[in-house]
């Protein structure tokens, strides 16, 4: 997977100064690039171990149902406040500067299903983490993670310590 880094544009200084931004959506714009990603991240885990594929906002949304679909297993968002028009459950979690909130619905993970929980971006952890929560809180298991990059230098797997990772692309 390591060509695929050669897809990807490094963007400096995005969002902000000292940040160096991994913009994916070179990546995707590429045929090869975008199905190899595709079916790195559906072969991540046996399909046997998997009850649904969670894809969090907004990036996770590229990627998630593609996975479920080549998986056949069912797609459910987790979303930003007041996006999901039905009852929900949210969780709220710290970001680096203040927190944020997410939700799902809350019929959407049923008491001892195993989720899959598809992102972009394994960073800090935190929202992997917070989706994670979630998951348990509507009587899920998580079966793991899957992320098309990780940001080893952030060390957010050791945010996930227990649970299975598997990401394509490392820096």
């Known amino acids: 997977m390591n060509h695929l880094k050669s897809l990807i544009r490094e963007v400096p200084d995005f969002p902000k100064p000292g940040i160096n931004f991994f913009d994916i959506t070179t990546l995707m714009k590429d045929p090869e690039g975008l199905r190899e990603v595709m079916v790195g991240l559906s072969n991540a885990y046996p399909v046997p171990d998997v009850?649904?594929?969670i894809g969090i906002e907004a990036r996770g949304f590229f990627f998630a149902?593609?996975?479920?679909?080549?998986?056949?297993?069912?797609f459910v968002p987790v979303r930003k406040p007041k996006k999901l028009p039905s009852v929900t459950e949210s969780v709220e979690y710290a970001l680096e500067y203040g927190t944020d909130i997410l939700e799902i619905h809350k019929d959407a993970v049923s008491p001892g299903q195993r989720v899959l929980i598809v992102d972009d971006v394994l960073a800090t952890g935190g929202t992997a983490l917070a989706v994670a929560r979630l998951v348990k809180q509507l009587g899920g298991t998580v079966a793991?993670?899957?992320f098309v990059l990780e940001l080893d230098f952030l060390k957010g797997r050791e945010r996930l310590d227990g649970f299975k990772i598997a990401s394509l692309i490392h820096y």
């Open 51 to 53: 009850d649904v594929v």
């Open 65 to 74: 149902p593609s996975v479920a679909y080549f998986m056949g297993k069912g």
């Open 144 to 146: 793991g993670f899957a």
